[in-house]
């Protein structure tokens, strides 16, 4: 379940991994760190090992393709429509 505060919590991480793939454009490194604060975050929500694994791996491929994306498409109408898009995937899957 998503609280209030775990939503603005991903919003405020996801703005800074966006604007940090922008700075370094290692969108492995991003994908990686974000991983790791959303996994670390749901461990508060008492999931067994086996959760927080699947967990993780789904955040990982999801944010991964997101941030490549980005980072290749780096202008125009196409960079703006994965902006949008995978914002909202990565609020909602992640």
Do not use: N
């Amino acid at each position: 379940m998503v609280t209030v505060v775990g939503c603005k919590m991903k919003i405020i991480v996801l703005i800074a991994i966006i604007g940090l793939v922008y700075q370094t454009r290692k969108p492995l490194h991003c994908a990686i760190f974000y991983t790791v604060i959303m996994t670390a975050y749901s461990m508060m929500y008492d999931w067994d090992f086996t959760g927080l694994v699947i967990f993780g791996a789904i955040t990982f491929a999801i944010t991964f393709a997101f941030l490549w994306l980005l980072d290749r498409f780096s202008w125009g109408i196409l960079h703006f429509t994965i902006l949008l898009v995978g914002s909202g995937v990565m609020m909602l899957f992640t």
